[in-house]
């Protein structure tokens, strides 16, 4: 059976990385899985890694649970919260003059469903990338361990080199944001394309 990688929100390095050197197709179909990468991304900031969650409207009993129709929660301000984590977290890195205003247009456009504010992230990523067409199905995505790691770690099978990160160490699995921060478009492209 082929794997199929459903559609998320700023994800890991190693998810664009799949899609592109893999050829793994994406999806929107197949069902929300809770507490998982569908509604969270991990950046680093001075003194921890922060996951970045989008809270989602819990659904009555009859509602669809299918990833495209979850519809995201805006009682609080999540997203202002986020979007000053990303500040605190990058703004001395080499790139935030550069992607930081085309980014907070993402935040600041409040989509209704989570599937809509993933696709503006990967339209964004992939504009700035100029990355080539990825591969999409209508088919629901083989649910692994890619949407289920309880803390950023590699949980794909596809390297991730090490590149420069504020803040200490190298930290593996963390979203495409720290790399896009950190590396010029054209660094981030090969890397992407070219890594196994």
């Not at 409040?110 to 992230?121: F, I, M, R």
């Not at 590699?154 to 495409?176: A, D, M």
């Amino acid at each position: 059976m082929q794997e199929i990688w459903p559609l998320l929100w700023f994800p890991p390095v190693a998810w664009f990385t799949g899609v592109w050197t893999k050829r793994i197709p994406i999806s929107l179909e197949g069902d929300y899985v809770r507490q998982s990468l569908m509604n969270r991304c991990w950046i680093k900031g001075p003194n921890r890694i922060l996951s970045l969650t989008i809270p989602v409207q819990h659904s009555k009993e009859n509602e669809s649970k299918e990833y495209r129709f979850i519809k995201i929660a805006y009682q609080q301000a999540w997203h202002k919260e986020h979007w000053r984590s990303i500040e605190v977290a990058y703004n001395r890195s080499a790139f935030f003059e550069y992607i930081a205003p085309e980014l907070k247009k993402i935040w600041e456009h409040k989509p209704e469903t989570l599937a809509e504010l993933s696709q503006l992230s990967f339209s964004f990523c992939c504009n700035w990338l100029r990355l080539p067409e990825a591969e999409w199905t209508k088919d629901s995505p083989t649910y692994n361990s890619v949407l289920f790691p309880s803390s950023p770690k590699p949980t794909l099978e596809v390297s991730e080199s090490p590149y420069f990160q504020l803040y200490g160490p190298f930290v593996p699995g963390l979203s495409i944001l720290d790399l896009l921060f950190h590396e010029n478009p054209n660094e981030v492209r090969q890397r992407i394309l070219t890594s196994q």
